[in-house]
Nanobody, 120 residues
Framework: QVQLVESGGGLVEAGGSLTLSCVVSGVTFSDYNMKWFRQTPGKEREFVAAISYTGRITDYKDSVKGRFTISKDNAKNTGYLQMNNLKPEDTAVYLC?????????????WGQGTQVTVSS
């Protein structure tokens, strides 16, 4: 059974930092790309960041470039999203995704999400 479990969310003031973790089990993590998405009520789920299965390629939503860093530790079966200089508009439920196809996010696996709230 494949499981993705996020943690690290919480309430932080604007300008603060959080690091989200996503522990993956049930698959060979080193074979999978990892992505982070976020969702707010009434809005579409939006892409935040992606990292290739080797960790050599990354991609970011424009509005988080320079503030967020995605990484993965294949030895620990864990992906991370380091978020610095957080803004109120970053408030959302953050979900991790693991999949083998870099160009889509429909055939892989999702976590349950972790809430990030940034106060102004």
């Amino acid at each position: 059974q494949v499981q993705l479990v996020e943690s690290g969310g919480g309430l932080v003031e604007a300008g603060g930092s959080l690091t989200l973790s996503c522990v993956v089990s049930g698959v060979t993590f080193s074979d999978y790309n990892m992505k982070w998405f976020r969702q707010t009520p009434g809005k579409e789920r939006e892409f935040v960041a992606a990292i290739s299965y080797t960790g050599r390629i990354t991609d970011y939503k424009d509005s988080v470039k320079g503030r967020f860093t995605i990484s993965k530790d294949n030895a620990k079966n864990t992906g991370y999203l380091q978020m610095n200089n957080l803004k109120p508009e970053d408030t959302a439920v953050y979900l991790c995704y693991a999949g083998s196809d870099w160009n889509q996010h429909t055939s892989g696996y999702w976590g349950q999400g972790t809430q990030v709230t940034v106060s102004s």
